[in-house]
C-alpha cells in the first residue's frame, strides 16, 4: 500500500492554464507538506498543513493554493500556469510539524510538471 | 540562508569501493536526516543523527555529525550498483520549521 500518494504523475500542459494536483497520506500523519524540485534537483518547501491548518507559507505566488479537506489529504492547484513552473511537486507527510524531535518525513513519487 | 552545501555534486565509483558524501551547514540543528532519492522517484528516509550525537550506523550506512564545524558524512561501504541515487542531508531547526534541504549528491556506483 502507497504511504503517500498524488496523481497525475505526469502532467504536461500550456501556459495560462490551471491545473491541480492531488494528494493523500494513509499513514495516519497530522502534517502534510508540498516541495517543489527543481531542474537541478534543488527540494524546496512551498506550504506546510497540520491537522488542515496552513503553517508554513514559504513565499510562493498566490498562483499557487494549497486546499486540505482533511489532515489525510493536502491538493495543489496552480493558476495561470507560467513556464518557470515546469519542475517535480513533492507531496509529503509527517507526525507531526515538529521536526526538532526526529520525525521524519514520508515522500510521495511526484508528479512532473511540464509547462509548454 | 539556511541552505547548506552538499559535496562532491556528483560521485562515481565502482562497486565495492566505499562513498564518501558529506553535507555542510550554517545555522544550529536539532537533527540531521539523510535521505535518498532513485531516478524519477520520491525521496526515502534513510538516517537521522541528532545534534548531540556524533556517529550513528545503518547497515551499510555510517552517518558523522561535527557540530563544531556544522558538518556531516554519510559513508556507504561496500557499494552496490543499486546504491546508485542521489542523496540529500536534511537540516531540522527548532519548532515546526520545515527541513531544509541540500542540492543532493549524485551517486553512480559503476558494476
Known amino acids: 500500500d502507497t504511504a503517500v500518494s498524488q496523481t497525475p504523475k505526469y502532467l504536461v500542459t500550456q501556459m495560462g492554464n490551471d491545473k491541480s494536483i492531488k494528494c493523500e497520506q494513509n499513514?495516519?500523519?497530522?502534517?502534510m507538506y508540498w516541495y517543489k524540485q527543481d531542474s537541478k534537483k534543488f527540494l524546496k518547501i512551498m506550504f506546510s498543513?497540520?491537522?488542515?491548518?496552513?503553517?508554513i507559507n514559504e513565499t510562493v505566488p498566490n498562483r499557487f493554493s494549497p486546499k486540505s479537506p482533511d489532515k489525510a489529504h493536502l491538493n495543489l492547484h496552480i493558476n495561470s500556469l507560467e513556464l518557470g513552473d515546469s519542475a517535480v511537486y513533492f507531496c509529503a507527510s509527517s507526525q507531526a510539524p515538529d521536526l526538532q524531535f526526529g520525525n521524519t518525513i514520508y515522500f510521495g513519487e511526484g508528479s512532473w510538471l511540464t509547462v509548454v | 540562508s539556511q541552505q547548506g552545501e552538499e559535496d562532491p555534486q556528483a560521485l562515481s565509483i565502482q562497486e565495492g569501493e566505499n562513498a564518501t558524501m558529506n553535507c555542510s551547514y550554517k545555522t544550529s540543528i536539532n537533527n540531521l536526516q539523510w535521505y535518498r532519492q532513485n531516478s524519477g522517484r520520491g525521496l526515502v528516509h534513510l538516517i537521522l543523527?541528532?545534534?548531540?550525537?556524533r556517529e550513528k550506523h545503518s547497515g551499510r550506512l555510517r552517518v558523522t555529525l561535527d557540530t563544531s564545524k556544522k558538518s556531516s558524512s554519510l559513508l556507504i561501504t561496500a557499494s552496490r550498483a543499486a546504491d546508485t541515487a542521489s542523496y540529500f542531508c536534511a537540516r531540522s531547526n527548532s519548532g515546526n520549521t520545515p527541513l531544509v534541504f541540500g542540492k543532493g549528491t549524485r551517486l553512480s556506483v559503476i558494476a
Open positions: 543523527i541528532r545534534s548531540n550525537e
Open positions: 498543513y497540520n491537522n488542515k491548518e496552513l503553517i
Open positions: 499513514l495516519g500523519h497530522d502534517t
